[in-house]
């Protein structure tokens, strides 16, 4: 199995606080990530004055200012992600951000991305996607909401404007992802369908479903994390905070380790137990010289290091060559 690429998705809950982003980055790097993830956008480009907040935003923000007002304070400037690019540099971890508009996109290509992750709000968006397609550099595409149609439809404007590689992420964009809404399921579906590399963008609470996931053949995790849950802002209350995000990247780690190679062996591992575990045909009471081996005479016990109870019907009806004590290994 492939190592599984995990991007640890700080997004917004930096708070617009440079100081903040880096304690992410530290926190991502600490936890074993490959990737720490932010959000690239401009509120006067991404939403118009009368843009409606999602329902939890309203839960989790001041439910009077509108989604412009709150995109307007969360903001990273050119400045703060050439700090933060030199920031993960020196910390030994990838930086990556998503941009959500077409300025952004100009913005993250003047700072020298080599990878492009797209929303998915934005899947349905062509000028954006031929854009980013256009700069002919690995995508990693992420599905919420949408169709198996729609997703198909974005991979082949993306490789046709020129990208260098496409990959997709099974996701639900409700935070948090109710457990019968995850449909893990549909990311074989897009490895059949699609023919790409398919991971999972996981915004339920707990590190369960991106564990399945893996274990289901995802290739790439994305986690929402953040210092605290308890922090203002929209998406720390479905974070994980540093300890599990830690938890999650050792899962997922043991469960691509512990996948194999699929063939089905004994492992070095569990060699030594052979001789102990299996059984042998052994002499169930005394036998004589001469004697025919029968039910009456011979039985299976462990340790398997004699004659494999495989062999029974081979040993049947044979004469004893030479006399044995009970619980003896026989041979012919």
Known sequence: MKRVYIIAEAGVNHNGNIDIAKRLVDVAKEAGADVVKFQTFRADSLASKYAQKAEYQFHTTDEKETQKEMLKKLELTYDMHVELIRYCKQAGIEFLSTPFDLDSIDLLESVGMNLYKIPSGEITNLPYLRKIGSLKKPVILSSGMSTLEEVEEAVKILKESGAADVSVLHCNTQYPTPMEDVNLNAIKSMQEAVGVRVGYSDHTEGIEASI?????????????????????????????????????????????????????????SEKENIAIVRKSIVAKRRIEKGEIFSEDNITTKRPGNGISPMLWDCVMGIEAKRKYEEDELIEL
């Open 212 to 268: 399945a996931a893996v274990a289901i053949g995802a290739e790439i995790i994305e986690k929402h994390f953040t210092l605290d849950k308890t922090m203002e802002g929209p998406d720390h209350k479905a974070s994980l905070e540093p300890h599990e995000l830690k938890a999650m990247v050792k899962a997922v780690r043991n469960i691509e380790t512990a996948m194999g190679d699929g063939e089905k062996r004994p492992t070095s």
